[in-house]
Structures are given as structure tokens and as C-alpha cells.
């Protein structure tokens, strides 16, 4: 059986990362799990499957936590706060560790896991997008494996198995559009958290459903393509395929394009990245080409979706600039969700933040510059929340005042009129 750790067991990706191994007894045991808050869950998960090691990372749940397997034989190492989420991904004899803590918060275990000379079943992207000039170092460095764990990755590591080293010509990321994709531009400005957080396709956590309704996650898995695979930007494209039934394509350099399908299924590039190279059979639905019916696609329309172009950008530019970039949505999705700003100020604040950034970015950062360019920018953030909004509203007193002015105008005017009859 190979020995597991899963970083955000409570999460989308932890929860269907242990389905996969109560289907598979027999394949995977799991040796650490780590979780943000969620007590209830997360006590739930260590009785079920026994793990050695256990670590959440929001301190005032430890006691409990301890509380709640308090009758347990043997009982678990108990830990707590980011120091313990470090320690389960860099404990024992685990051979991969499964990366599914979402946001920049996931780094550093990352790396302690690769430091420790785990494999790596990637599922957060923001290792790669913010840290990416140092990560792969380390990666060649301890001889680890990077394994992606997303679904279209994942789709461009199966379609390259077997294909010579130079013969990747292109990828094409393809895209489901989000929760937007058949509104008209205008809507947007009415845009609720309710609404942004209803993907059509797939069931994920808050953030990344949003970062799908700004596209802004596609513009991100530009960048971690760009550090995975290793081609220039101009080499990745992306396009609109709103039934996510083929999850990415590559073309050689013969112009072959090779694309993976399947059904809409976060498991499937789970699994893969945890058997690879093998192939474990699965009950799960087959696909159905008639049933799929129809597959369409169409170019994204950059000015609804500006974060594209952002990532496009940051990626450019290189350095820090994207973990500026990351950060900087982050920090903007998150006030969305606390409902502090509008959906449209979104790529507003990104654009402001790296903007500000270019003036001191990082051409070769280090792991500290790259952390400080992290809390840079969420305090950029949200301070440019503020000057967004403060713009805003003097856009909105001007206009009020012009009117005024206006109303004003004509009524002299009528006035005179009256006068002179």
C-alpha cells in the first residue's frame, strides 16, 4: 500500500482525495491529515482512518479537537497552527503528500513536504503561480516528483506520457466559462456572492468558484502550466468548452493535437497523480460520447473577463510579479466574499496591486522575497479597496452634481421664457 498525507482533508480535494482511498483499502493508507477549522469533520476523518499525525491549523480548535478523539487507541500525534500543518507534510514514512489547502497558505508545507523528499500530488496551484522560481529548484534539487492533481494539468501530463522530450508544441487549457459564461457583459455590475459561487460543471470550495467566474483561475493554471511544462507563454492558449468534458489538449510539433476526456470528476486526476504510472481500475461512470452530445468551444471574450489578461501579464514579467498577482486576488475574492466589494472591482484591485508592484518587483526572488511580496500585496489590497471605492464615489458625486447643474440650467431657462411672455 503507499503511504499518503493529505493537506486540507476537510476541504474539496482532501474529501475526495480519502474517497478515493476508501475505494482503494487495498492501494493507499493514510498517514497524516491536516485540516484549517473543521473540527467536527476532521475528528470524523482520524477515526475512520487512523492516521499517525494530525495538525489544524486554527489553534483556538485544538483542545477541541483533543477533546473529540479523546477515547481513541492509540491516539494520533496532535498538532496545531501552521507550524503543525508543516510537520504532518514532512512527517514519517509518508511517500506523497496530497497539496490541497487552498491559496498561498499551502507554500511552505509544500516545500517541507519536498524537503523531506515526498512526491508531490499537486493540487494547489498557488505553489506553483507564486513560488514557482523557487520551487522547482527544490524540486530537481531533492529528487522529488511534481505530480498535477487538477483536472486539466492533469489532462496535459496523461496526454505527454510517451511523448518524446521536444515534441510539446502547445497546450490549450480549456475552460468552462464559470458561473458567468452566458450572461452579457452589462449584468456583471449586478453580480452577487450567491450568484458567483454556483459553477455550472464542477463542485469546488468558494474562492475557486469565483476565480472561475473571473476566469482569473485560468489565467493562474497559465502560469503553472508555463512552470510545469516549461513552455513560453505565447505557446498557451486557452479556450472556452462550456461541457468540461475534454479537460485540456496539447499540440506536438507535427501539429498532432491529443486531448484527455472523461466526465466532470475531480477524483479521476486524483488518482492519477497517486497511482502514476500505473492505472487502477475505477466503477466510476464511463463516458458516454452520445450522451456528452455535442462539444463546442469559443474564444474568451477578454474584456468580460480581464483577469486573463492580468495573468497573462504577471506571467510575462516574471519574478515576484506573480505571487504579487495571486495575492493580490486572494485578498480581492476574499473581501468580495465578506461582500466589502463588487464582483467588478476584482480585477480592479488585481490591476492595481501590480501596477504598484512593478516599481520593486523581484527579477530572482528568494522564498522571503517571495513571502514578502505575499503580505505586500494583501495589504495593497486592501487599501486599494478603499481608493477603488473612494473613485467610485466621487465618479458618482460629480455625476449627481452634473445633473443638478443641469436641472438647474433648464429651470432657469423655462423661468426666462415665462418672463419674456
Known amino acids: 500500500m503507499k503511504a499518503i498525507t493529505i493537506l486540507g482533508s476537510t476541504g474539496s480535494i482532501g474529501t475526495q482525495t480519502l474517497d478515493i482511498v476508501t475505494q482503494n483499502p487495498d492501494k493507499f493508507r493514510v498517514i497524516g491529515l491536516a485540516a484549517g477549522r473543521n473540527v467536527e469533520m476532521l475528528a470524523q ?63 511552505l508545507p509544500t516545500i517541507a513536504a519536498i524537503k523531506a523528499r515526498k512526491d508531490i500530488a499537486l493540487a494547489n496551484k498557488e505553489t506553483l503561480i507564486a513560488a514557482g522560481p523557487v520551487v522547482n529548484p527544490l524540486i530537481e534539487e531533492y529528487g522529488v516528483k511534481l505530480l498535477p492533481a487538477d483536472s486539466e494539468h492533469s489532462a496535459i501530463f496523461q496526454c505527454l506520457q510517451g511523448v518524446p522530450k521536444k515534441g510539446l508544441r502547445r497546450i490549450i487549457l480549456t475552460a468552462s466559462g464559470g458561473a458567468f459564461r452566458d450572461w452579457p457583459i452589462e449584468r456583471l455590475s449586478s453580480v452577487k456572492v450567491a450568484d458567483a459561487i454556483k459553477h455550472p460543471n464542477w463542485s469546488m470550495g468558494r474562492k475557486i468558484t469565483v476565480d ?80 456528452a452530445g455535442s462539444l463546442t468551444f469559443k474564444e474568451p471574450d477578454n474584456l468580460k473577463y480581464p483577469c486573463i489578461q492580468l495573468a497573462y501579464a504577471a506571467g510575462r514579467i516574471g519574478g515576484s510579479m506573480s505571487a504579487a498577482l495571486n495575492a493580490a486576488n486572494e485578498q480581492a475574492v476574499a473581501l468580495f466574499l465578506e461582500e466589502k466589494i463588487p464582483f467588478l472591482d476584482i480585477p480592479k484591485l488585481i490591476e492595481y496591486v501590480c501596477e504598484k508592484h512593478k516599481s520593486d518587483y523581484q527579477k530572482n526572488p528568494t522564498l522571503d522575497d517571495i513571502l514578502a511580496t505575499d503580505k505586500w500585496a494583501r495589504k495593497e489590497a486592501v487599501a486599494g479597496s478603499l481608493i477603488v471605492a473612494n473613485s467610485l464615489k466621487n465618479v458618482l458625486v460629480n455625476i449627481e452634481e452634473k445633473t443638478e447643474k443641469i436641472e438647474n440650467s433648464k429651470e432657469k431657462k423655462l423661468n426666462l421664457k415665462k418672463l419674456q411672455k
Open 45 to 107: 476523518q482520524v477515526r475512520q482512518f487512523s492516521p499517525e499525525i494530525v495538525a489544524i491549523n486554527d489553534e483556538s480548535q485544538f483542545t477541541e479537537l483533543k477533546e473529540a478523539i479523546a477515547d481513541l487507541t492509540p491516539q494520533p500525534i496532535l498538532l496545531a497552527g501552521q507550524d503543525g500543518v508543516i510537520e504532518v507534510a514532512r512527517y514519517g514514512n509518508s511517500e506523497a503528500v496530497v497539496t490541497g489547502i487552498v491559496g498561498c497558505a499551502g507554500l
Open 212 to 291: 472561475s467566474a473571473t476566469m482569473m483561475n485560468k489565467g493562474l493554471e497559465v502560469i503553472e502550466a508555463h512552470y510545469l511544462f516549461g513552455l513560453d507563454y505565447d505557446n498557451i492558449d486557452i479556450v472556452i468548452h462550456p461541457q468540461s468534458i475534454i479537460h485540456s489538449l496539447i499540440e506536438l510539433q507535427d501539429t498532432s493535437v491529443l486531448a484527455q476526456l472523461g466526465w466532470p470528476d475531480m477524483r479521476l486526476p486524483l488518482l492519477y497523480s497517486l497511482s502514476w504510472p500505473e492505472r487502477i481500475y475505477t466503477d466510476w461512470k464511463q463516458l458516454d460520447l452520445v450522451k
